[in-house]
């Protein structure tokens, strides 16, 4: 039997038309590009899992192009945060549509306690604003188990660096500490032209899973300073970009080689760095 929601949703105004009628054109300033394309949309919603259970979160739906691909797909308790106000005229006819199933909170994400939102399992799907993706994403790895999965929009070069293995030219940080809390796998590339309007780079849709426990025993500040340290100098060998937190003596206690470079270690031989480190400090 079709879902009655399904149904309302697909007797709405095409999109466009809805965003004509609330006079809802994308601010720059808000790193606004929007995707209209239902069929890509509702890839996007199934690749974020089985949105029947627990509570499915939205950042910035605009005019609710991903937000009817969430509810057509299943999501059962939709909660959607925009910043900007103007959203909520254009979202009015689907919140009425889904019966109960979309909650708009009108605040900033940045602001937001995501992590305690609605009941678990908690999964995140976005289309972010690049201008805070990052922010954003790291802000969510504090409590990492909070949430089921982070199905999430980012411009291509950011998702390649958190994808990127070592020894590519795209491996750092944040490869480092995302790969080490979560597993990441790229759902598609998408080119300019399939949003409105479009923006100058590609973009892409990337799935993260928060382990269970991270990847390697490491204390989490630690290993930030170390990765922040080694990639700040990463054209460097270890000896010399890792002076600060213990040098050669450091390096050794780890078993890695001073004349290493960044981009070549593993998450695992960053990890034995931290480890050294925490020992030495606590010496």
């Not at 029947?52 to 009817?68: A, F, K, Q, V, W």
């Not at 929009?153 to 491996?171: C, I, N, T």
């Not at 032209?193 to 899973?209: I, M, Y």
Request: charged letters at 25%; one cysteine or more.
């Amino acid at each position: 039997m079709k879902d009655p929601v399904s149904s309302r949703i697909a007797a709405l105004p095409p999109l466009r038309e809805a965003i004509a009628t609330a006079n809802f054109s994308a601010k720059k300033s808000l790193g606004q590009n929007f995707l209209l394309d239902i069929n890509l949309t509702r890839r996007i919603a199934r690749a974020a899992g089985a949105l029947e259970t627990g509570t499915t979160i939205e950042i910035g739906p605009g005019p609710g192009g991903l937000t009817r691909a969430l509810l057509i797909e299943g999501a059962v308790d939709l909660i959607a945060i925009e910043r900007d106000s103007r959203a909520a005229e254009a979202l009015a006819p689907l919140v009425q549509a889904a019966e109960g199933r979309l909650r708009l909170v009108e605040d900033d994400a940045t602001e937001v306690d995501v992590s305690s939102l609605g009941a678990a399992p908690r999964r995140v799907v976005a289309n972010l604003p690049y201008n805070v993706a990052t922010r954003l994403l790291l802000g969510w790895l504090a409590t990492p188990t909070s949430f089921e999965s982070l199905t999430l929009m980012f411009q291509k070069e950011v998702a390649d660096r958190l994808l990127a293995a070592p020894g590519s030219d795209a491996y750092g940080r944040l490869s480092v500490f995302v790969q080490w809390l979560c597993t990441v796998r790229r759902v598609t590339d998408l080119p300019p032209s399939a949003f409105t309007p479009p923006p100058k780079v590609w973009s892409s849709v990337v799935r993260l899973e928060p382990r269970a426990e991270p990847l390697h025993p490491a204390d989490r500040r630690t290993l930030e300073r170390v990765t922040e340290a080694a990639f700040g100098q990463r054209r460097k060998m270890l000896r010399q970009s890792l002076k600060g937190l213990g040098g050669d003596a450091l390096l050794i206690a780890a078993g890695i080689e001073p004349t290493e470079r960044p981009e070549r270690l593993s998450i695992a031989e960053f990890c034995r760095l931290a480890n050294a480190l925490s020992d030495r400090e606590s010496r």
